[in-house]
């Protein structure tokens, strides 16, 4: 099995890009709508593997107001997205987060999960940090999951079965919707916002 290579971000890190690709538009679409509906200007918001931080920009034309952090395990994207954006990004590994136990109101884990290879960490650690939503995106398939290789770069993609996503999220919470984006290819996108019940 080929294994997830972190350096592949750093390498890639200063041509690395946020822009809509192929199926993207629509999922960060929705992304931020759901973000903005189920926040207030109180909530405090966690953006895992947050990019350039595409979605705190989205977020606030929509016209949240509340606090925002921005975590990403490559320096070269939160270095790029502090000189874009006047908002809080800090480099971090989303497996092993220093945040406290309920800390954020709303944990956006989008885009990430694709990428490395202990999904079921990632999962757990958003929910640990969760006081109320996560929203989970990622690629998947209505088959068995398999990973890919992308052309020799160092990224490795997993599409999912969503029941493997669903399946690994704590009892603590509760599925309260359910996203589907087709692509081209034969892959979707699957997109859950959980809420904790406990």
């Known amino acids: 099995m080929v294994k997830y290579d972190p350096s592949a971000w750093e390498r890639l890190g200063d041509k690395f ?3 809509y690709s192929e199926g993207a538009l629509d999922f960060r679409e929705n992304t931020v709508d759901v973000v903005v509906r189920s926040t207030t200007e109180n909530s405090d918001v966690l953006d895992m593997a947050c ?15 509340g606090n925002y952090l921005g975590i990403d395990i490559t320096p070269n994207i939160i270095q790029r997205a502090r000189q874009m ?6 480099v971090g590994n989303a497996m092993e987060m220093i945040f406290g136990d309920k800390s954020y109101d709303f944990v956006v884990c989008a885009g990430i999960l694709m990428h490395v290879d202990d999904h079921v960490k990632v999962i757990k650690e958003a929910c ?7 929203f989970f995106s990622t690629y998947g398939t209505f088959g ?7 052309q020799g770069n160092g990224f490795l ?3 999912f079965n969503k ?4 399946s690994k999220v704590p009892c ?15 892959d979707h996108i699957f997109q859950f916002l959980y809420e904790r019940v406990q």
């Open 17 to 19: 890009s946020c822009e």
């Open 51 to 65: 990019g350039d931080g595409w979605l705190v920009y989205a977020i606030r034309c929509e016209g949240y107001l």
């Open 85 to 90: 954006r006047r908002e809080r990004f800090v």
């Open 128 to 134: 640990r940090v969760s006081s109320k939503f996560v």
């Open 144 to 150: 068995p999951t398999y990973g890919v290789h992308d």
């Open 157 to 159: 993609n997993y599409f």
């Open 163 to 166: 029941k493997d996503i669903v």
């Open 172 to 186: 603590e919470f509760k599925k309260i919707q359910e996203w589907n984006f087709p692509r081209k290819r034969r």
